[in-house]
């Protein structure tokens, strides 16, 4: 008797069922904290869309995956045990980071021990986003944050007084003639940079064909993001010096995060018509 032709199709899906019921098994604690860290911590909820931005990535380029050939390589193991060993470390030594990049290595072995390096080179992009949705360890997080501060309030404490208000910097405060302001962890600006950047790799990737492009984007976010949230921090003090102290710490404080998160979206797309004018009128000279 000769096999049915939907025997291996059959059978590559119990396969994919196995390894995905295992997984899930192996990192169903990993995965369920960093879900509730998305939920719980403004400055991670973007890894929410990481994810299923891949998944949209896998799904746009179905068609090149399904004419690649499979070349299966066992390679794949020593990136699948490299996985299982950052794992192990992780969970021995209470990391979350090293937990949840485990799994993006363990993936990374498994695409190339069952599809071949071929399949791991297309699937590279969709797999390096999901980086992304891996909060950075608390020690990087901390280096990071307090220059973020101390930059805000330096670029602030600049700025204010070529609009008329006296001012006077200690380190991350700023002090006002009518009251002190401290730029404290929330007001950084880390939040707004690290969603921008994640919004300006998918933007790239919608919008632009050009890779050296998509990564001058990606690169840009950071200094506009920096840029937008030192022009909160001195919209704050013009508020708090010209008119209601109390109002600059209420309600505009709040609503002034998502207008300045709207602006650099706004300067993030202004960057890039200008790069494909330029771009253009090169083209034609």
């Not at 090293?98 to 390096?117: D, K």
Request: hydrophobic share 55%.
């Amino acid at each position: 008797m000769r096999p049915s032709p939907a025997d291996p199709v059959r059978h590559s899906w119990w396969k994919a069922t196995i390894i995905v019921a295992l997984l899930l098994w192996l990192y169903s604690p990993t995965l369920a904290h960093l879900a509730a860290q998305w939920w719980n911590d403004p400055n991670f909820s973007h890894g929410f869309f990481v994810p299923l931005f891949s998944a949209f990535v896998i799904w746009q380029e179905r068609t090149r995956l399904s004419s690649l050939s499979s070349r299966p390589s066992w390679s794949g193991l020593l990136f699948l045990g490299l996985g299982l060993c950052v794992l192990m470390v992780g969970q021995m030594g209470a990391e979350l980071f090293l937990a949840r990049l485990s799994l993006l290595i363990v993936l990374a072995g498994l695409i190339v021990l069952f599809f071949g390096w071929n399949f791991f080179r297309a699937l590279l992009f969709p797999w390096a986003f999901l980086l992304l949705m891996i909060p950075i360890p608390t020690i990087v997080f901390n280096q990071i944050t307090f220059p973020l501060q101390l930059l805000a309030s330096k670029v602030a404490s600049t700025t204010l007084p070529w609009m008329g208000v006296p001012v006077l910097r200690e380190g991350n405060v700023i002090v006002l003639p009518a009251m002190a302001l401290e730029v404290a962890e929330a007001c950084s600006g880390i939040r707004s940079l690290m969603s921008l950047t994640t919004l300006a790799v998918i933007y790239g990737y919608l919008m632009e064909r050009r890779v050296g492009v998509r990564v001058l984007l990606a690169v840009a976010s950071v200094p506009i993001a920096v840029a937008a949230n030192s022009l909160r921090i001195v919209g704050t003090g013009l508020l708090v010096q010209y008119w209601d102290p109390e109002k600059a710490e209420g309600f505009f404080h709040e609503f002034s995060g998502w207008l300045i998160f709207v602006v650099s979206l706004l300067m993030l797309y202004l960057l890039h018509r200008a790069v494909r004018i330029f771009s253009h009128e090169a083209a034609e000279s």
